[in-house]
């Protein structure tokens, strides 16, 4: 293929945990150059709550899956790449606006994350509630120094902390 048709992507080291296995799947996601609604390269967050129905997994051995979004229960950022990702810094320029909220997970499977969620809504729909009634898939759940991108299909119960 030419490379005038090659799309510059970035590799972002993952864990991924879909809802009919109980076992994580480390790999690589490809992360774009770009990405609608933000200045800047393309974040983990970005991409799952995107329109593209199939994700491209790289196993740590080269090989390549298409894994279906709506089938990931969470996607956990690696340790040493969890503040790479630019949801995990506050952005100075908004922080008045940002929201954070202590709570906990139990997922549909009986597992439990807590830790802190970030994000921005109008003063007048700040709830916990309004966030995660609002558009997207996925929520970002920082906890023990790693990123975890939650489906919110796969939330059974959230406790606020």
Request: net charge negative; hydrophobic share 40%; with cysteine.
């Amino acid at each position: 293929m030419s490379e005038s048709y090659r799309i510059p992507k970035s590799k972002l080291a993952v864990e991924i945990l879909c809802a009919s296995s109980q076992a994580a799947q480390r790999g690589f996601l490809f992360l774009g150059a770009g990405a609608d609604g933000h200045v800047g390269p393309e974040r983990a967050l970005d991409l799952l709550n995107g329109e593209e129905e199939f994700l491209v997994l790289e196993d740590e051995a080269g090989g390549v899956s298409l894994l279906q979004r709506g089938a990931l229960s969470r996607v956990t950022l690696a340790a040493d790449d969890a503040c790479t990702d630019p949801k995990c810094a506050a952005d100075p320029s908004t922080a008045d606006l940002d929201v954070e909220a202590h709570i906990r997970l139990i997922l549909e499977d009986g597992s439990e994350l807590e830790g802190a969620t970030r994000y921005q809504l109008p003063v007048e729909r700040r709830r916990i509630q309004d966030f995660l009634n609002a558009p997207g898939s996925f929520i970002p759940l920082y906890h023990g120094g790693r990123l975890s991108l939650v489906n919110k299909r796969r939330i059974a119960r959230v406790i606020p902390r």
